[in-house]
């Protein structure tokens, strides 16, 4: 993203929710967005993804069951409590956001603080 330098730029995974949803929501928190907005923005790709995988949840039901499809999913989701797992984890092996930030991620104030001349309006 620095080196982008406001150009765009595209990051994904396979599912476009787990690491991907998991970058996004690191670098919206770096850019000071409430850690509340970003889970609100985090859900908003559950019913999208669960959507976009009703005809393969359509047939694992039909082939391997209504628990089979349920746990599918769960898996094919995501979950509040994922997201909020990972930012307990970075507190708790960091001692906050911003340690990990500095120490974990190696950003600089300077850098942080031209992340969000770049990105934010």
């Known amino acids: 993203m620095l080196d982008a330098n406001g150009s765009p730029v595209v990051w994904h995974c396979t599912a476009g929710k787990d690491r991907t949803?998991?970058?996004?929501?690191?670098?919206?928190?770096?850019?000071?967005?409430?850690?509340?907005?970003?889970?609100?923005?985090?859900?908003?790709?559950?019913?999208?993804?669960l959507a976009a995988r009703k005809n393969q949840l359509r047939l694992i039901r039909l082939m391997k069951g209504e628990e089979a499809a349920d746990k599918l999913a769960i898996m094919m989701g995501v979950e509040e409590a994922w997201l909020e797992a990972s930012f307990e984890a970075i507190d708790q092996r960091w001692g906050n956001f911003d340690n990990y930030v500095a120490d974990g991620l190696d950003l600089s104030s300077p850098e942080i603080q031209q992340l969000r001349s770049t990105l934010l309006e």
């Open 21 to 49: 949803g998991f970058a996004a929501a690191i670098l919206l928190r770096i850019l000071g967005v409430p850690q509340d907005t970003v889970l609100r923005d985090y859900m908003e790709s559950k019913s999208h993804m």
